[in-house]
């Protein structure tokens, strides 16, 4: 067999590899990444459908938008407002409530506001405002940034009116945000899970936890092969059907960090298209 002969069949193998691949792209939040949720569970999934995921992590609002143009099949967010839009819009098919786990409010140490301690976010935000302290906020239309304006909302705070030098947006992702925070000694809302799993905190502390208002729901979502016929219905179905199935949610229950559960497993049944 010649080496032209040889080299062609290698190539048509390899064409013929990449086809039979089977894989999933699952637009998701900076959280679910950072915290290494992922990387912990995808191996379980994988290694049951033969079905390969690639993540895209962004902001949910970001990860709203890749759901959107199609480049996506399934997205995995937490922002319930948002993602009952997104189905209402008929972007997606339905919102799959999977886990959640909590906001908390990180601040220095030295605590220039007065609020560590407390479980009141309302009453933090007042004080934080007051005091004018740095605040740092991710700004960048996801699903923290989305839960970290209702709670100014909530406080009776025109964030957009009455912002100033001490509230900085970062327009960047939780890890990002929370490096800024270190580096200006500035409160800052994260999720537990990044904050759980965020090493660089320098004299970063939790201030406020424990408010119903930090509830933090994960959702996910079929994109709607209707809008994209592309849309891998039947892989990315499959799934979520998993991620909601007994082992997806012992799975999730699972992955600690120092012994610390950092999401917890709370899954509608996901199977009904």
Do not use: C
Request: proline fraction near 3%; glycine fraction near 12%; charge should be positive.
């Amino acid at each position: 067999m010649g080496m032209m002969l040889r080299a062609l069949l290698a190539m048509m193998m390899f064409s013929t590899a990449q086809a039979q691949t089977r894989y999933i792209t699952i637009a998701s939040t900076t959280s679910t990444e950072q915290s290494g949720l992922f990387r912990h569970l995808l191996p379980g999934f994988e290694k049951k459908s033969g079905i390969q995921v690639r993540v895209v992590a962004l902001g949910t609002g970001q990860a709203l938008d890749v759901g959107r143009r199609g480049d996506a099949d399934v997205v995995f967010v937490h922002a319930k407002a948002l993602e009952e839009k997104f189905v209402a819009d008929g972007y997606g098919l339905r919102r799959v409530e999977v886990m959640y786990n909590d906001f908390v409010l990180v601040g220095p140490r030295a605590d220039p506001a007065k609020i560590g301690g407390g479980k009141d976010i309302v009453a933090a935000f007042h004080a934080i405002r007051a005091a004018q302290v740095p605040f740092a906020s991710r700004g960048d239309n996801s699903g923290t940034h989305f839960a970290e304006l209702q709670l100014w909302e909530v406080a009776g705070i025109d964030i957009g009116r009455d912002r100033g030098p001490w509230y900085r947006d970062t327009g960047s992702g939780m890890g990002p945000t929370l490096n800024v925070a270190v580096g200006k000694n500035a409160y800052a809302l994260t999720d537990r899970a990044t904050w759980l799993s965020f090493r660089n905190r320098g004299e970063l502390v939790i201030s406020v936890e424990g408010d119903r208002r930090l509830f933090n729901q994960y959702g996910v979502i079929l994109v709607n092969p209707a809008k994209h016929a592309h849309v891998k219905r039947d892989l990315g179905q499959a799934f979520i059907d998993w991620i909601v199935s007994p082992q997806g949610q012992a799975t999730i229950a699972d992955y600690k960090i120092g012994g610390m559960q950092l999401f917890f497993p709370n899954a509608t049944d996901g199977k009904r298209r």
